[in-house]
């Protein structure tokens, strides 16, 4: 799948939960992306909640802000880079991030950073509206 169709329909689902969840305040939206909650009653939210597994191993992982306001791609690359194409990137650079390459790809590899399921990083950047807190991830080159 592309970045671009992922981005859209994971944006749709979250869509579709804030809807449902129009009367709840700030604070009980962000607890209920808990993940343990979203378990529970959003098993389609993210493949990993059928096998019951975390995407980062820490404590409190939320998951409002699944994929992640710093994370930016190009499904026709970015640029060159020793004759291979980024597709993404981070934009803070994050220590706790990392590259996948192939022989041909340069790809952002998030499996380590656990930024944006903090619920201190969700409050500063929240939002009822995922694509509008997450409008530069999908970069022009
Ligand atoms: S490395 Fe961390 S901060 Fe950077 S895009 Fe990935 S999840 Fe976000």
Known sequence: MSYTNWFRQHGNKH??????LHHLTDEEIIEYFRFDNMVKNEPDFCL???ENKKC??????NCYL???PN???NDAGFRQEAN?????YCTIDSAEGD???TDEAIHQNCSGCTVPHHERYIRQHFSRDWFEIMKAVPSPI
């Open 15 to 20: 869509q579709a939960i804030l809807q449902k």
């Open 48 to 50: 990993l909640y059928a």
């Open 56 to 61: 980062h191993e820490m404590k409190n992982l």
């Open 66 to 68: 699944c994929a992640c």
């Open 71 to 73: 994370f930016r791609f």
């Open 84 to 88: 291979k194409t980024l597709y993404s």
């Open 99 to 101: 590259q996948f390459t």
